[in-house]
């Protein structure tokens, strides 16, 4: 039976990214590099063919999933799901504030915190915890079993949706969360056996410029 892939990209560039802003839910769209770099991710993922294709409620993750959805040569079309499950972590009070005034004045321990922590409180928001709370039962019931009879799926999504399903996948501990990070132009690769076990990882870069997130 063939392997099922789950192919995992991270939105390009946004324009809160640019400004250093906590972006959350608000939804903003990518910039015009964003736009680029996820032409390039495209570009690198064209050899792919996706059965399905997950991404979120919010514009910048449809963006770029359209960006690479263009540049892909596979003859099928694939179909589109549309899932708040997999939007970006809510950053509650935090949202919209720049990212590095707030570490000036929570200093850097609470700020890695709120930033990277697992269960650390974000005022209003959510914690990484409560994001996996909401991933992983979806990747779970929607994807996996599509994955285990050797689909192709493509998801689309957020740093804190990402590091919440990588997480799981990679069976890391609550304490080295803060260790794990999705890069911009960073895609994974798992391959799934029928069993739903991952028999294959690998991390695939693409040729962008680097971004402040």
Known sequence: MNKGKLIISRHSESEWNLTGQWTGFTDVNLTPKGHADAQVIGRMLSGYHFDGVYTSLLKRAQQTMFSILGENNSSNAPAITLTDKINERDYGDMTGKNKWEVKDEIGEEAFNGIRRGWDYPVPGGETLKDVSARVIPYFESEMLPKLKVGENILMAAHGNSIRALVKYLDKVADEDVA???????????YDFDEDGEIV???VLQAEVEPTHA
């Open 179 to 189: 260790q794990v990070e999705m890069g911009f132009g960073q895609v994974l690769v």
């Open 200 to 202: 294959n990882r690998e």
